[in-house]
């Protein structure tokens, strides 16, 4: 049997699409899990609704506490054999759990993965179609970084999971991030697989773009702290496989080249409430810190703009920074034109 958990919060308009998409699965022994957190708009009466009608749906309610202690709450009580996620306002295709379910089978000592549908309201496209079409079909543990670099592997409903693997290991959600736990979950359970990957290039499951905060409008009091977590866990995962940190530790510091200047532009925010001037040595101690330097050092000419190289080989935050605005703004001035 399979537990599929779905953290519930004030999604009344598309929870019952979602729960349909996952009553229409092809395989049927399943037990769905919906994990009512703290919702105000009458979702919670709605799970009880279909539990009532569909003695393989469980409710559990619990007070507001984030996504991940839905999902941590979901494995205390999950019965199935293997766990698989779906988020309330995403659908799901009627082949999603068998799919998944064969290539386990198939595949023992692999983590199965499929691709999967951007949604909007408006259209949906898949998700970075050409360069998955490259993907292999069987992906060697030491590739993980791949898979993340294509939006694969950082992301807990394209996948399925072994229970007895998650309990063994005490693997859970972390709740002290709001961003990155779930790559760090899918880390921790890769951590005990042997065999790598099994990738389907088939989309199977629908991502509801838009419907939550994005990195660029969302403010994060301790971004920088955030993104330290989530890199050293990757790169202790890279450093215990033999070769992996070897082939792509260069990738990995372009990564997280780009995940601090995410951290700078988070520090700007109208929605930080701090100095202008405090705003300015946070960033440039970030700058300067051991992490970006080796950054710094190895991001090439190529992967960002010319003049933001420059800035970047100044050393120098105030000269970045000031490259950083001009050549945005020369963009958008040559798009406008």
Request: net charge neutral; charged share 25%; proline share 3%.
């Amino acid at each position: 049997m399979i537990s599929i958990i779905v953290p519930v919060y004030n999604c009344v308009h598309s929870l019952a699409r979602c729960i349909g998409s996952i009553q229409g699965q092809t395989l049927t022994d399943w037990e769905l899990l919906l994990i009512d957190d703290g919702a105000t708009d009458g979702s919670d009466a709605l799970c009880d609704q279909f539990a009532s009608s569909d003695n393989r749906v469980r409710v559990l309610h619990k007070s507001n506490g984030g996504v991940s202690s839905a999902r941590n709450m979901g494995l205390d009580y999950a019965k199935g054999e293997y766990v698989m996620f779906c988020d309330s306002d995403d659908r799901v295709e009627p082949e999603w759990c068998e799919q998944l379910y064969l290539a386990e089978v198939k595949n023992p000592g692999r983590l199965p993965i499929c691709n999967y549908y951007r949604s909007t309201s408006d259209h949906e496209i898949i998700n970075r179609k050409e360069q998955c079409e490259k993907v292999e079909e069987r992906v060697v543990k030491a590739d993980f970084f791949s898979l993340n670099h294509y939006e694969l592997l950082g992301i807990p409903w394209n996948k399925i999971f072994i229970r007895s693997i998650l309990e063994e290991n005490h693997i859970r959600f972390r709740l002290d991030l709001p961003l990155g736990e779930d790559l760090i979950f899918n880390l921790d359970y890769l951590h005990y697989l042997t065999g790598g990957f099994i990738f389907m290039n088939k989309p199977l499951y629908h991502y509801a773009v838009g419907n939550t905060n994005s990195l660029s409008s969302k403010y994060y009091p301790d971004l920088a702290g955030i993104y330290r977590k989530v890199y050293m866990r990757i790169k202790d995962e890279l450093c215990s496989i033999p070769g992996a940190y070897e082939k792509w530790g260069l990738e990995y510091e372009y990564s997280y080249y780009f995940a601090f200047d995410r951290v700078f532009r988070n520090t700007w925010s109208k929605k930080n409430k701090i100095t202008w001037l405090h705003k300015w040595q946070y960033n440039a101690c970030q700058f300067h810190s051991k992490e970006f330097q080796k950054c710094r050092k190895a991001i090439p000419k190529h992967y960002i703009n010319g003049l933001q190289f420059y800035g970047l080989q100044s050393n120098s935050f105030l000269i970045y920074w000031i490259t950083v605005v001009v050549s945005e703004t020369l963009s958008r001035f040559r798009h406008h034109k």
